[in-house]
């Protein structure tokens, strides 16, 4: 804590409230995110990550063993969170969620960059662990998709054959990222059209 001379506590200063062990590991997590986002994963340091989130080496290593370990959750957590939110609502058409859904996501990219750009990096990580943590995200985004799709009675009986379906979510998958990304770092594109452009895509995709 900081002090003025004479040992007085600063004006308006306060004691820091003592994180919770969840808390804690968010807030790493979170750190984590940030700088695997604007790093490759070989530039990043744990002892970086310490540094910022206040704490000591042997307080990050308790909560993750090594750096690999301490990706795969940043990963995991950032895969969890869009699982979550773009869940769909039972008995509600596919199409009449998409642009909601869709609007849902990329509020997700834009509030949580760091953390979309963070997920997405791993797929270029050395460590077998980590791109392994991605690719279990990417196919539970592949599973949820297309489970929502063959629930769908208006749509279940005109989708292409299961393999077909799963290489055209894939490959929407890939289009939704490399869009999202873009519209992140450079694009003029407003959210409204970028929304538009990846519902059309999707609809193409698996000939709706």
Same mark, same amino acid.
């Given at each position: 804590?900081?002090?003025?001379?004479?040992?007085?506590?600063?004006?308006? %200063?306060?004691?820091? *409230?003592?994180?919770?062990?969840?808390? &804690?590991?968010?807030?790493?997590?979170?750190?984590?995110?940030?700088?695997?986002?604007?790093?490759?994963?070989?530039?990043?340091?744990?002892? %970086?990550?310490?540094?910022?989130?206040?704490?000591?080496?042997?307080?990050?290593?308790?909560?993750?063993?090594?750096? *690999?370990?301490?990706?795969?959750?940043?990963?995991?957590?950032?895969?969890?969170?869009?699982?979550?939110?773009?869940?769909?609502?039972?008995?509600?058409?596919?199409?009449?969620? #998409?642009?909601?859904? #869709?609007?849902?996501?990329?509020?997700?990219?834009?509030?949580?960059?760091?953390?979309?750009?963070?997920?997405?990096?791993?797929?270029?990580?050395?460590?077998?662990?980590?791109?392994?943590?991605?690719? %279990?995200?990417? =196919?539970?985004?592949?599973?949820?998709?297309?489970?929502?799709?063959?629930?769908?009675?208006?749509?279940?009986? &005109?989708?292409?054959?299961?393999?077909?379906?799963?290489?055209?979510? &894939?490959?929407?998958? =890939?289009?939704?990222?490399?869009?999202? #990304?873009?519209?992140?770092?450079?694009?003029?594109?407003?959210?409204?059209?970028? &929304?538009?452009?990846?519902?059309? =895509?999707?609809?193409?995709?698996?000939?709706?």
């Amino acid at each position: 804590m900081t002090r003025e001379r004479g040992g007085a506590t600063a004006p308006g %200063e306060r004691t820091r *409230r003592r994180l919770s062990t969840q808390e &804690r590991r968010e807030q790493l997590l979170a750190v984590g995110a940030r700088l695997f986002a604007q790093a490759p994963y070989g530039d990043v340091w744990i002892e %970086e990550v310490a540094e910022i989130a206040g704490v000591s080496r042997g307080l990050l290593y308790h909560y993750f063993p090594n750096k *690999r370990d301490f990706f795969a959750a940043v990963v995991q957590r950032e895969s969890q969170r869009m699982l979550r939110l773009t869940a769909a609502v039972p008995g509600i058409p596919v199409r009449d969620q #998409l642009g909601t859904g #869709l609007d849902t996501f990329l509020e997700y990219v834009a509030t949580h960059a760091h953390g979309f750009r963070a997920f997405h990096r791993a797929e270029a990580a050395g460590d077998p662990a980590v791109r392994a943590a991605y690719q %279990e995200g990417l =196919a539970a985004h592949e599973e949820q998709i297309m489970a929502t799709l063959a629930a769908d009675p208006h749509i279940a009986d &005109r989708l292409p054959a299961p393999d077909v379906l799963r290489l055209a979510v &894939r490959g929407w998958l =890939a289009f939704l990222v490399a869009v999202c #990304l873009d519209w992140l770092d450079a694009s003029r594109l407003t959210r409204e059209q970028v &929304r538009d452009l990846c519902a059309r =895509a999707l609809v193409g995709a698996i000939g709706l």
